[in-house]
């Protein structure tokens, strides 16, 4: 019973350890890579403001400002999960046998 308990509050703060490591490399290094990539798309320069909030850096944005923060949320969500998933599946398979 205690090995057990050890166990899962190992793979807990497992789990915390790389989500932290994986934001710190998504924020680090894929976060301004497609910043890049889709302004260059659209034609805007695009900056990261504040807590990492997307900004059209042009005064007139028109509708590429609200494209442009959609498109944050779309990377983000499943940015934040793909370690918890990873994570759910790992799981999954060692305690499936």
Request: aromatic letters at 10%.
């Amino acid at each position: 019973m205690q090995l057990k308990l050890m166990l899962q509050v190992g793979s807990g703060l497992l789990y915390l350890v790389i989500q932290v490591i994986w934001l710190f490399i998504f924020f680090r290094r894929i976060d301004p890579f497609l910043r890049q990539r889709i302004g260059t798309y659209l034609g805007v320069t695009i900056r990261a403001e504040g807590k990492g909030i997307w900004k059209v850096v042009e005064a007139n944005q028109g509708c590429r400002g609200l494209l442009i923060e959609m498109l944050q949320i779309v990377i983000l969500l499943p940015s934040v999960l793909l370690p918890l998933v990873v994570f759910v599946v790992i799981l999954m398979l060692l305690t499936s046998g």
